[in-house]
């Protein structure tokens, strides 16, 4: 157990007395689809919310296991302030509906639960109307209204905003003298912000899009899609997508021989890419990552040594190896949840502030030892920092799952 509580950022006197607590653990860690009753005044409770089926299934598995082996090891080391820490979740579905989410938002203020993990940004842009300073909540997303203070005063957000990827994309392409360059993503909304960007930033940089192609989340068969790339004369496309759409375009690509880079933003990667013949990813397909999942191409080790062991000693023990398990950022957002109950309570006017004041270089805060360093502000609530945000290769290695090399 010393070996957990040097990865929690735990002081490791606390764990004798934290031995006595194993036998309730179960009692103190809850995973339930409702919780009925009121807060016990031993604990502190955390509402989680977001879909647990549907296209986002995984990550709710990755977040909730986090959320659960971090809470697991504080609560052993004496909990926060005393008290023992306790998850519970409400599940929006796979109905884009976002009454869902605010009346669970609602249902748990009402039993007194103040600070909330929410998913996916539909679920949080639903509880805009408890943005007032009753509760607080922490997200994991690339929407750039996430970031806005104006907009979502008492949220935190964790993952970098899309324009972040859309910079790399560009460095990439301007490095390697590309000037004419094919878009093509779904039809739904997630992904406009991508498109918006790369209009945006691409003819500033003297690349010509000449070619954007919609297509249906459904579509199977993404042959006459190539046929059209082909055709347009880019020299390297840039797709946005995740899934079953990623792993048929990729395919469709590899099977049309199609010899160009192949870009896309932080979700690609999400797909069973298997079926793909691996020469065929390792020389054309590659996407951008945040540096906490990379892997030097000489050592085949974690860029980040503290990450990988925490990937390596919690989650690939426990679960396997595996993507989509938990660890990497979202290990951060759990320990800077537990940093703000430890410094500011429950109190999200007191959160608010805490997490602004890391503005200043001197002020950043890492919440893994020699990890990232976030700074948030009054003005951004988003603290990645666009250093830490890479081109990678859409391929890994059996030894590190959910794990890239850094393109050159």
Known sequence: MRSFARLAGLPRRRLISGLVLCGTLAATIMVAAGFTTKKDAGTITIGWIGPQSGPFAPSATSSINTFNEYFARVNK???????????????????????????????????????????????????????????FTFSTNPPKQLDDPSLYPYNINWFPPNKYAIFKDVQ???????????????????????????????????????LEQRYDPTTTDFSPIITKIKDSGAQATIDFSFGGEATRFYTAAAAANLQMPLLGGYGNSAADLSSVPLDFLKKYAYFVTTAVTLLDSKTNAPAFPKYGA??????????????????????????????????????????????????????????????????????????FPPSQIAIAHLYGTPQWPGYYYKAD
């Not at 691409?202 to 899009?209: R, T």
């Not at 006017?349 to 602004?356: G, H, M, R, S, Y």
């Not at 890391?358 to 030892?369: L, N, Q, R």
């Open 310 to 383: 925490i990937q390596k000693q919690v989650f690939y023990h426990k679960y396997g190896l595996k993507t989509n398990i938990g660890g990497g950022i979202g290990w951060d957002e759990t320990a800077a949840i537990v940093w703000a109950l430890k410094n500011a309570g429950e109190d999200p006017a007191k959160i608010k502030t805490l997490f602004e004041k890391t503005a200043k270089a001197s002020a950043g805060v890492a919440f893994t030892p020699g990890g990232i360093v976030y700074h948030f502000s009054n003005t951004q609530h988003c603290g």
């Open 172 to 210: 990439y392409l301007k490095k390697n003298n590309i000037t004419k360059v094919a878009l093509v993503t779904n039809t739904t909304a997630q992904f406009q912000e991508y498109i918006d960007a790369s209009h945006d930033l691409m003819p500033k940089n003297g690349i010509q899009i000449v």
């Open 77 to 135: 080391a004496g909990g926060v302030g005393g008290k023992q820490l306790q998850l519970v979740t409400k599940d929006t579905g796979t109905a884009d509906d976002p009454t869902v989410a605010l009346q669970s938002a609602r249902d748990l203020q009402g039993q007194g639960v103040k600070v909330f993990f929410v998913q996916t940004y539909a679920d949080e842009a639903a509880l805009q109307p408890l943005m007032n300073g009753s509760i």
